[in-house]
């Protein structure tokens, strides 16, 4: 196959990925806002639950992202569905810490069952939300 033809979709590969580096930055930018807590601070300093709840709702929201990148019918439709996985995981926090009893602190101490327990969850509603998702 000619070199050209190989690279035909570059530029929609490009776009959509570039797109997606732009959601993720968005993303993170929102929920590093919301919480209470400076997780990257904290990462810094070596507190694992930090890393752990910040990654766990990081591939949630990846999750999701990746499918409405691989399943989109337009630009602002993939923006759609991505801005719908950002809200989602965003709730994920709320709804956990407002479950678990003194929760910014707990990550602030490096305690890492509540951590695990947001990242589970984060995951898991990241995935339902990818599957939810219908052309």
Do not use: C, H
């Amino acid at each position: 196959m000619p070199l050209p033809s190989l690279l035909a979709g570059l530029p929609a590969f490009l776009l959509y990925f570039v797109l997606g580096l732009a959601l993720l930055a968005a993303f993170l930018g929102i929920y590093l806002a919301v919480t209470p807590y400076k997780e990257i601070a904290l990462i810094r300093e070596g507190n694992t639950a930090a890393a752990i709840s910040l990654g766990g709702a990081t591939l949630g929201y990846v999750l999701p992202l990746a499918r409405a990148i691989a399943q989109s019918v337009s630009v602002p439709d993939m923006l759609i569905w991505g801005v719908i996985a950002l809200i989602a995981q965003v709730v994920v926090y709320f709804v956990v810490a407002k479950a678990v009893p003194r929760f910014p602190e707990a990550i602030k101490a490096g305690r890492v069952s509540g951590a695990t327990f947001l990242a589970a969850l984060a995951i898991a509603t990241g995935v339902l939300n990818a599957a939810a998702m219908t052309s």
